[in-house]
């Protein structure tokens, strides 16, 4: 089956842990991102990566890291500087066609709760 | 920068009936995708549907349908024939068509019911 998964399906977290989710796809995509949901709102990008080893902050990539070794593989660590970090997170991937945006689609996500 | 307002916070319906979702963007782009997504209490994304902006014809998916007014930067989602399983959050975004990556900018959603 071809798709994105996410895991741990929860995580939790103590205060000044940096934890790491992971994201992988099998899509063949070029791009992937991350995104994060917070009650009553709709997504914010963290990061995105376009190709190996290249990738570029979203809009609140404080506090996060990324890195993109492999093109299948896109993991997403929230670091103890990120002041808020329990939401709803959210990975998704894209081809680009001769270059251009496309369709995102998304994988099942991870919810992280700092206790 | 792009902005994305869905004026319903909440919506209920009876099964089998048709319901529309609205969503209004503001942009300076002129080459653009829309889309809906929705988010079953599973919290997974899923695509509904997608617009493009160069299109005039409105896209439709089996029981889903959109109503795109490029001048007045208005995009609803109609579903017909209601059932159980639409019950969910429904998100509308947008995406500039350039090349490279582009973000998607979300509306904060509709919570839509289905009634037995």
């Known amino acids: 089956d071809g798709g994105i998964t996410q895991s741990p399906k929860y995580l939790f977290r103590k205060e000044g842990q940096n934890v790491t989710l992971s994201c992988e796809q099998n899509l063949n995509h070029d791009a992937m991102y991350w995104y994060r949901q917070d009650p009553g709102q709709g997504l914010r990008l963290i990061y995105y990566?376009?190709?190996?080893?290249?990738?570029q902050k979203g809009d609140i990539a404080e506090g996060y890291s990324v890195s993109r070794e492999k093109k299948e593989s896109f993991p997403l660590t929230v670091t103890s500087a990120q002041k808020n970090p329990t939401a709803f997170y959210l990975c998704a991937s894209s081809t680009i066609p001769s270059g251009l945006t496309d369709t995102q689609y998304f994988g099942p996500g991870t919810r992280l709760t700092v206790l | 920068a792009q902005t994305v307002t869905q004026s319903q916070p909440e919506m209920s319906v009876q099964e089998a009936e048709t319901v529309t979702l609205s969503c209004t963007y503001d942009t300076s782009e002129s080459n653009y995708y829309l889309f809906w997504y929705k988010q079953p209490p599973s919290r997974q994304m899923i695509l509904v549907i997608r617009q493009e902006a160069y299109k005039q014809q409105n896209a439709t998916e089996n029981r889903f349908s959109v109503n795109f007014q490029k001048a007045a930067k208005s995009f609803s989602l109609k579903i017909s024939d209601s059932q159980l399983g639409d019950t969910a959050m429904y998100f509308c975004?947008?995406?500039?068509?350039?090349?490279?990556?582009?973000?998607?900018?979300f509306g904060t959603g509709t919570r839509l019911t289905i009634i037995p």
């Open positions: 990566s376009q190709i190996v080893n290249d990738f």
């Open positions: 975004a947008f995406m500039k068509l350039a090349f490279g990556n582009e973000k998607l900018t």
